[in-house]
Nanobody, 127 residues
Framework: QGQLVESGGGLVQAGGSLRLSCAASGRTFARYTKGWFRQAPGKGREFVAAITWSGGTTYYADAVKGRFTISRDNAKITVYLQMTSLKPEATPVYYC????????????????????WGQGTQVTASS
């Protein structure tokens, strides 16, 4: 089956930066688009960013455009989310996920399209 394992979350001051990593374990998830989602307490899971397998095209939620950057290593196995200018919002858990399409589709914004998820990593920006 394979797993996705997130790391890099933690506590940072508002305005600070963190880099999250998502490593594939047990399989490479070749030809899968990878995405980052977040979920605050009591709220639904929302799209943050995605990077396609083919071409490495990136997509972002409006709320994070210009502040977050999604990228991957040359082997296309590990995906990163560089977060800057973090806001003191409710403490969301960030999840890495993979969807079985190498190209863009409208489904990459929809968490229900992703069948493979990591365990999540919490990010807290203190004010």
């Amino acid at each position: 089956q394979g797993q996705l394992v997130e790391s890099g979350g933690g506590l940072v001051q508002a305005g600070g930066s963190l880099r999250l990593s998502c490593a594939a374990s047990g399989r490479t998830f070749a030809r899968y688009t990878k995405g980052w989602f977040r979920q605050a307490p009591g709220k639904g899971r929302e799209f943050v960013a995605a990077i396609t397998w083919s071409g490495g095209t990136t997509y972002y939620a409006d709320a994070v455009k210009g502040r977050f950057t999604i990228s991957r290593d040359n082997a296309k196995i590990t995906v990163y989310l560089q977060m800057t200018s973090l806001k003191p919002e409710a403490t969301p858990v960030y999840y890495c996920a993979a969807v079985a399409t190498p190209y863009f589709s409208a489904g990459i914004y929809n968490p229900s399209e992703y069948k493979n998820w990591g365990q999540g990593t919490q990010v807290t920006a203190s004010s």
